[in-house]
């Protein structure tokens, strides 16, 4: 599809913009095409940066009058300049580990994955963990052994925990079970479920969500020198494509421990938010999430805000975990009347989230069906009322199913749809129409925006394979595949134009995350956080914009990705 739009090209400031120079800029940036994102949706030639600010936007011949004899010129040669992308749900923590750490592999066919994983145990000593990810629920399809007698195959003599793609759920063996304490007859943990055979009882080695991270707590934990490298190189992977803000979506005091290293060492180039557990069976007590909220400012720093908080409320709609208002379609697993499980109690969980909100915490929910999504609006309503508008924007993460009459409620409790993942377009494997039937319709991202809502973006890597954010900008506008480009497309009526796309992924960000002040669009006296592209995207095909490369990237002045 053939897609252009035509803004017009007006350049901001003629002359009027600039502060009177009291020394020559550190930096200038001419000769570019910006797309400022300001209120004017105005273009500038030019920008002069002193002490990571923005000193001068606007005409090159205005911007130029702050250059001196040690300002550094960049020609950037027409290049397109946007701000910095805010993802604001990432897992750089897990992700690294995963990546650096663990036995990593993504494959769609079980002699692949078994393959892989032989592999990783050909380096393991007997009795050690084999550790890793990520399985889909298709390996399994035909199989005639359960999950866990496929392990036990291959790998009699290791205990083995895996994550699936969703990082919800587990795939363990036989011995893993037995360190775990899990047997047939052990009952399901509250907000998990422990996958059994429907004949006979017996766990088939398949943990859902709860189930899954209880028992990962009783795992060996990495060194903290090796949980920071990890960290390092997923942070370096993510800057890659012009993301300068991340909001790490759910930090634990592991986490934070090694952030906080990173930041000793001078060893993080971009901006980090933290979302702190709360009453997740993710973090190893709630006791230490309570130390962890108490003690968040001792952790934060200019490159760390650890005021944000996250709670989990349901599982996901592929594995029948989602909290639904109406029941998923029938199948043998569960039956015609199944609608998920809340992992809190609604009373309980508005009680945590006006305690939180009173604390100065933004809180995230993670809820993806429509019940869940009605839960933590109500959860944010009651904090409205227990303390007033505290100007907290709380966030409804992977609002992607929503009942109707709750898409105006976003707007009216001042309350982020956060876009996460990349599940909007089709993608093979994945059908929803046969867990929720042909009417029920997620990810309804234009009717978000137009009741005023403000939508917000979050890669939810390592859930997708890259943090690379841009098939995410082409996909919400084509609503079909951004790698295959193929002409099917789900839901096409919520698709959006990418301006609209482009104001999600940096200045709605921004927003959420705390500095819409500071960041999300480039005008004066702002955070001098931006990135050059290769390509001009208002002017090429919409098929095209997923694969921008981004050839430089500035935070707060400091050039950390330099390609030109």
């Known amino acids: 599809m053939n897609y252009r739009i035509l803004l017009p090209v007006t350049l901001l400031c003629l002359g009027a913009c600039s502060q009177p120079a009291q020394r020559s800029a550190d930096t200038v940036y001419t000769n570019a095409r ?13 920008m002069a940066v002193t002490d990571g600010k923005i000193v001068a936007i606007g005409r090159a011949d205005d911007v130029g009058a702050h250059t001196g004899e040690t300002t550094i010129v960049h020609d950037l040669q027409g290049r397109m300049v946007i701000p910095g992308i805010h993802d604001t749900h990432i897992h750089p923590s897990d992700t690294g580990i995963q990546k650096q750490l663990q036995c990593s592999f993504l494959e769609n066919q079980l002699d692949a994955a078994l393959a892989a994983l032989k592999d990783c145990l050909a380096g393991l000593e007997e009795g050690e963990w084999l550790r890793g990810g990520q399985w889909n629920e298709g390996l399994f399809i035909g199989a005639e052994e359960m999950p866990k007698e ?31 304490g899990i047997d047939d007859d052990t009952p399901d943990p509250s907000g998990g479920v422990i996958v059994r055979d429907l004949e006979t009882g017996e766990a088939t080695g398949i943990l859902y969500d709860n189930a899954a991270y209880e028992v990962r707590n009783k795992l060996p934990e990495y060194e903290l020198e090796d949980r920071a490298k990890a960290l390092a190189w997923s942070i370096n992977e993510i800057m890659q494509y012009g993301v300068t803000t991340i909001k790490d979506a759910l930090a634990a005091t592991a986490d934070m421990e090694a952030y906080a290293l990173l930041d ?21 007590t709630h006791e230490d999430e309570i130390a962890l909220i108490d003690a968040r400012d001792d952790l934060a720093s200019d490159r760390i805000d650890t005021d944000f908080a996250k709670i989990m409320l349901d599982g996901i709609p592929p594995t029948y975990t989602g909290a639904t208002l109406e029941p ?24 945590d989230v006006v305690a939180l909100d009173a604390k100065g915490l933004t809180i995230k929910i993670h809820a993806t069906a429509d019940r869940s999504v009605r839960v933590a609006l109500d959860a944010f309503e009651a904090a409205r009322g227990a303390n007033g508008d505290s100007g907290l924007i709380h966030e409804v993460s992977h ?19 956060e876009m996460c993942p990349m599940l909007w377009y089709p993608i093979s494997g994945l059908d929803w129409e046969v867990w929720l039937g042909p009417d029920r319709k ?32 082409e996909s919400m506008v084509t609503r079909a595949d951004p790698f295959s480009n193929g002409e099917k497309t789900l839901w096409p009526e919520q698709a959006i134009d990418l301006a609209t796309a482009i104001k999600f992924f940096t200045h709605n960000g921004a927003i959420a995350n705390k500095v819409g002040d500071s960041s999300g669009s480039l005008e ?36 950390i990705i330099n390609k030109l």
Do not use: C
């Not at 994102?37 to 105005?42: F, I, K």
């Not at 199948?331 to 809190?344: H, N, P, T, V």
């Not at 609002?399 to 749809?417: G, Q, T």
């Open 328 to 351: 998923y379609e029938p199948s043998e697993a569960f039956g015609d009347q199944w609608r998920g499980k809340l992992m809190l109690d609604p009373d309980e969980l508005a009680a």
């Open 442 to 473: 997620p990810w309804p991202i234009k009717a978000l925006v137009e009741s005023g809502a403000l939508v917000i973006y979050g890669s939810d890597w390592n859930v997708v394979p890259t943090p690379n954010p841009w098939p995410a900008i």
């Open 34 to 46: 910006i797309y400022t994102l300001d209120s004017q949706h105005n273009w500038a030639e030019a």
């Open 399 to 417: 609002a992607e199913l929503i009942h109707p009459d709750d898409i105006p409620r976003f707007a009216e409790l001042n309350v982020a749809a």
């Open 264 to 284: 000793a060492n001078n060893a993080l180039p971009i901006n980090i938010k933290t979302s702190l557990s709360w009453k997740s069976a993710w973090a190893k």
């Open 524 to 559: 004066l006296d702002k955070d001098a956080d931006f990135i050059v592209l290769d390509r001009q995207i208002f002017d090429i095909p919409i098929t095209e914009v997923g694969e921008t490369v981004v050839l430089m990237s500035v935070v707060g002045g400091q050039e």
């Open 150 to 180: 496929i392990l036990d195959e291959i790998a009699p003599n290791n205990p083995v925990f895996l994550m699936d793609w969703s990082v919800h759920n587990g795939w363990v063996n036989s011995a893993a079970l037995e360190i775990f």
